[in-house]
């Protein structure tokens, strides 16, 4: 349930990028994008750890039978959340001198300006999701996060329409944003206390509020930092190694940020789903010492993000390209999709094993992890833009994948004493090389004959019926639960 309508959700969001790439271009678009890199700094250090580590006090409370602890929790995580929302955006909104030196111009300074009553609702929200995944309500929270991104959607479809001016349409672009910030505050609010969600005394909650969402709060934090610095020192260091103007380097960054990384996080909602769903149960058991179903819930969830990988990278490989000149008319951003759908494989590890391991209780050595990834990623950004340009970044993402999964996955096998996973990705990586030589094949066939929208129906359910039909035959793919599913109906 929370796939589909999280997949829904992101279909919006895609359709929304594709929109504002061809009204706005891409330098709009890169606008739109620094604003929002910079904003979500903010965002996440106020409330990225809080919602998370509400749920698992929840589940914990739950175990307990304890409701005025559940609902002391969610207390807590709003005045938590509100400590640092508001003096924030109180110091930015009246000290707007202290953005100049995260923007380089007013235009990117005056449309964040925008975001800063959003800054302070949002995290609210983010409690109340939090207390939705605590309780496993998950058709609330998928219904409020699919209306939010549809307000902005069709409001920022509205407001963009026609204009021809990329820093105007930006600005538009924000407002609507904002509108949807607004709008799933109040809805979820209002659905918490019609459920009996109350406040109470949160004395009890913070200490260990702050003490398990810290970790996870810097480690978001310090992703949402080094993104913004990512849009800073990118287009400045193309514009040192290849000579372009500032519009130009800027362009380039809005190609590869805003147009190719969305479409190779496409799993990115398939394992969001999977999280939400998995860590109030996980923390559940890992409260109770049950450690069988704490190892079944782990296999279930790595095994379950390396097959989402394993079926998406040959449709990427294969059809990257045309993905880029059919949604953008853009062919560096297919080129670019096309060379790094391997990326997917270890991204899709790495976020299911973080989520994993903070529902266990690691958030401390998972920061630790991600810092040695970031500075993997800057390091690369550093060494190879003036050889390799914007593939830089991706190259950057790659190693800072590699290197945090591979860690937590030696972490987890020794939580989890006697984990099943190598055997299983093994085969997985037989059965992906396998399905981009099918993919490339039978696309190359086609290439003389069929113009690249009718490839992009027949190659891709063509690789995904290969590549499942080959994950069955290696025993990795059963149809048992789509015939319960069935038998129930």
């Not at 479809?157 to 349409?169: E, F, K, N, T, W």
């Not at 260091?237 to 103007?245: D, E, G, V």
Request: net charge positive; charged share 10%.
């Amino acid at each position: 349930m929370v796939t589909v309508f999280s997949t829904i959700e992101k279909a919006l969001s895609f359709f929304y990028r594709i929109v504002l790439s061809r009204i706005i271009g891409a330098e709009g678009l890169g606008i739109y994008q620094i604003c929002l890199s910079v904003f979500a700094v903010f965002l996440t250090a106020a409330s990225s750890g809080i919602p998370v580590t509400v749920s698992r006090l929840m589940a914990k409370s739950g175990a307990e039978r304890d409701v005025r602890g559940k609902n002391s929790a969610v207390t807590a995580g709003i005045v938590g959340t509100l400590i640092f929302t508001v003096p924030i955006a109180i110091i930015l909104f009246f000290g707007r001198n202290l953005l100049d030196f995260l923007f380089s111009d007013d235009m990117c300074k005056n449309i964040f300006l925008l975001l800063l009553p959003g800054l302070v609702l949002t995290s609210i929200y983010a409690v109340i999701r939090g207390s939705f995944w605590g309780n496993k309500q998950f058709l609330p929270y998928s219904i409020i996060e699919l209306l939010e991104d549809a307000v902005m959607v069709i409001l920022g479809c509205i407001l963009v329409y026609g204009i021809a001016d990329p820093v105007l349409g930006a600005q538009r672009a924000t407002i609507a944003v904002l509108v949807s910030y607004v709008f799933s505050f109040i809805l979820s609010l209002c659905w918490y206390f019609i459920k009996g969600g109350r406040f109470a005394n949160p004395k009890n909650q913070l200490k260990p509020l702050f003490a398990s969402s810290l970790p996870i709060t810097a480690m978001r934090t310090s992703t949402s930092i080094l993104n913004s610095a990512v849009a800073v020192i990118l287009p400045l260091l193309l514009m040192k190694a290849y000579n372009l103007t500032n519009s130009e380097a800027i362009s380039l960054y809005g190609v590869a940020i805003g147009m190719s990384v969305p479409i190779l996080f496409i799993p990115s909602s398939l394992i969001g789903s999977i999280s939400v769903v998995i860590a109030p149960e996980l923390s559940g058991n890992f409260y109770k010492n049950n450690t069988a179903l704490v190892k079944y819930d782990v296999e279930k969830s790595v095994k379950a993000a390396i097959f989402i990988a394993t079926l998406l990278v040959p449709v990427l490989f294969v059809l990257g390209g045309d993905i880029g000149e059919i949604l953008y008319s853009n062919e560096l951003s297919g080129e670019i999709v096309h060379r790094c759908a391997f990326i997917l494989l270890p991204m899709c590890i790495t976020m299911i094993t973080t989520t994993v391991l903070n529902s266990m209780n690691c958030e401390k050595r998972t920061l630790v992890y991600f810092i040695a990834g970031a500075v993997s990623m800057l390091v690369c950004i550093f060494a190879l833009t003036k050889f390799i340009g914007v593939y830089s970044y991706m190259i950057g993402l790659a190693s800072s994948y590699v290197i945090t999964g591979a860690l937590n996955l030696n972490l987890l096998r020794k939580k989890c004493k006697g984990l099943k996973l190598i055997k299983y990705t093994v085969h997985s990586l037989i059965v992906l090389a396998a399905s981009c030589m099918f993919g490339s094949f039978l696309n190359g066939i086609l290439e003389n004959f069929v113009p690249p929208l009718g490839r992009l129906f027949i190659c891709t359910p063509a690789c995904l019926m290969f590549t499942t039909a080959f994950l069955y035959c290696l025993e990795m793919f059963t149809l048992t639960p789509f015939k319960k599913l069935i038998s129930r109906r």
